[in-house]
């Protein structure tokens, strides 16, 4: 006999399918959690016993956002591969997964305008970049120490391949026209790679 599905976890997804759809269109400051009850086909107080506020359903979506891209990386830092195709694994996921989060990049930047005056999304984000640096940067270390990089600093290494990946997309959001966020992201970490490729 097949396990019952967890129908509290299927609530909180539509809850935060709800959620994006709602900060999508009306923004955060806007967005009321009566909206988002209504949307959801649940009364306000049931809405309440998944998340408590606002707040928390922007850390879940946060959280929902950036989880597949730690499980890759965290396979990455376990993998034998080299840090290069480590590294090429990686863009490779994410840049198929930006098509994907393009719908949802203006709840990704109003959570960065969040941070700023929001200390819970601040602390939240900060998590983030830790945990994508500590992941990252013993790929990045692997392959100095392996002489395949050049010697250099792995962390300065690390924040940059992160710039190339969310300042692509700060610029897509800028002129669409412009910038492919996959073909970019590609040809940015192509060109850092190259960089720190130790000289034979």
Request: without cysteine.
């Amino acid at each position: 006999m097949s396990p019952r599905p967890n129908v509290s976890d299927q609530r909180k997804s539509q809850i935060l399918n709800a959620a994006e759809d709602i900060f999508t269109k009306k923004g955060f400051d806007e967005a009321r959690m009566n909206d988002i009850a209504e949307k959801t086909g649940l009364s306000k107080g049931t809405l309440y016993l998944y998340f408590k506020s606002k707040d928390d359903l922007i850390i879940a979506i946060l959280d929902r956002i950036f989880q597949n891209e730690f499980r890759q990386l965290e396979n990455l830092q376990q993998t034998e591969a080299s840090a290069s195709e480590a590294i090429w694994k990686l863009t490779d996921t994410i840049a198929r997964d930006i098509v994907r989060l393009l719908r949802l990049i203006p709840i990704i930047y109003g959570f960065l305008a969040l941070a700023f005056r929001n200390k819970y999304v601040q602390r939240a984000l900060k998590e983030y970049i830790n945990r994508y640096l500590n992941i990252l940067i013993p790929i990045i270390q692997r392959g100095i120490d392996s002489g395949e990089f050049r010697q250099t600093d792995a962390r300065e290494v690390a924040i940059a391949a992160g710039a190339i990946i969310e300042g692509t997309i700060l610029l897509w959001a800028y002129d669409k026209s412009v910038v492919d966020p996959e073909r970019h992201i590609r040809s940015g970490m192509k060109l850092l790679l190259e960089g720190v490729q130790a000289r034979s």
